[in-house]
């Protein structure tokens, strides 16, 4: 599918209505080259920070070095310890996820390194850990930051000796595995807090890199608004395939505290709230307040309604047969609401003449 992003022209709030609309994106300079193919599967961009990235890790992966990956969260750090085990010798081997985060510390040991029959109440079985899981393979540990400061001894005894033991058991397990660690701390500032040990933070770190918020990759921002809309209305069942510029421009310049993670979210909200081929999406006024989902829809309603009224008065504003009497509100009133909603009254009379007279589309798409 292929998805056109359509230029708008600078909004006019007039009440008179609109006569003409020109459809010729010649006039308007040539159109934007978005197309750009993955250059890894998964990873989505063509930025020179993420290829920068990218070639840290075709360097890297040909290696057995330990990796520590450095970045925000929802920045794609499993993705790029994925894409390092697929272009290293390993890649037939397991790549075997641990979030650390997400065990509770009586249970990490037994997750990592396995336990035996019997080494606590409840071990009714033997069970291997994600080590052993791992083995000629990849261990991919997430948010290593947060990894019970008495078990790092035991990692870092791990990564130098190539040995283990499973909870329970005094025999020492060989292990042949590649590990990528990553976090969103500051490992350096935890050090000094005593809450990370010093020796194995200098045995992750042989080959940091560090992965850039979105924020900082803007121009890779239309690939991805692309890629989400593509897959969430395909798993909808939707046809979207226009998206404003406007809108790119906007999510463009948001700041992203979530980075790719949320800009996902927003685009699969967009996608269930959008009943056109067109793809509607709501941010909130200012940059530093956060997106709230239930104001979201409640805007999303709102514009829509807006939009469906000036099409039925083909742009006009006021007057007794104007979009402010059917909606009830005063001409200012609405004309605030429209900018607020980056609604041009042009919209209208361009949707009008597209229905009407079949115009032809402006020629701006993701190739």
């Not at 070095?65 to 794609?76: M, R």
């Not at 005894?157 to 283990?164: A, D, G, I």
């Not at 009254?345 to 949707?351: G, L, M, T, V």
């Amino acid at each position: 599918m292929t998805l056109s992003v359509v230029s708008e022209p600078q909004p006019s709030y007039d009440d008179e209505m609109i006569t003409s609309v020109d459809f010729d994106a010649g006039e308007r300079g040539s159109a934007p080259d978005f197309a750009a193919d993955p250059i890894f599967p998964g990873i989505i961009g063509r930025s020179e920070k993420l290829r920068h990235i990218l070639r840290l890790v075709e360097l890297v992966a040909a290696s057995d070095s330990t990796v520590l990956l450095l970045g925000e969260t929802g920045t794609g750090k499993e993705l790029i310890a994925r894409a390092i085990h697929e272009r290293s010798q390993r890649h037939r081997q397991a790549f075997v996820t641990l979030n650390c985060a997400a065990i509770p510390s009586s249970l990490f040991e037994s997750e990592l390194f396995g336990h035996e029959r019997g080494a606590f109440t409840g071990a009714n079985i033997q069970r291997a850990g994600r080590l052993e899981l791992a083995d000629r393979g990849t261990l991919f540990l997430d948010e290593v930051g947060e990894m019970p400061l008495e078990l790092q001894p035991k990692l870092l005894r791990t990564l130098q000796e190539h040995t283990y033991e499973r909870l329970g058991s005094s025999r020492s397990k060989n292990v042949d595995v590649r590990l990528v660690a990553a976090t969103n701390c500051d490992l350096e500032e935890m050090m000094e807090e005593k809450q990370f040990r010093q020796d194995l933070f200098y045995r992750l770190n042989v080959f940091p890199i560090r992965i850039p918020p979105l924020r900082e990759r803007p121009e890779d921002i239309p690939l991805l608004v692309e890629h989400f809309t593509q897959k969430y209305a395909r798993e909808m069942g939707k046809q979207i395939d226009t998206i404003p510029e406007s809108t790119i421009q906007k999510l463009q310049r948001w700041s992203w505290p979530g980075n790719v993670r949320e800009l996902e979210n927003l685009i699969e909200r967009s996608v269930i709230l959008t009943s056109n081929n067109v793809l509607a999406v709501a941010l909130p006024k200012k940059m530093t307040e956060a997106i709230d989902a239930a104001t979201i829809v409640s805007d999303f309603e709102e514009q829509q309604r807006i939009r469906q009224i000036l099409q039925e008065t083909k742009g006009r504003i006021s007057g007794p047969n104007g979009a402010a009497l059917r909606l009830g509100v005063k001409r200012s009133t609405l004309l605030d609401r429209m900018k607020k909603f980056g609604i041009n009254p042009r919209d209208a009379k361009i949707k009008y003449a597209v229905s009407d007279e079949a115009a032809p589309k402006a020629r701006y798409a993701f190739a």
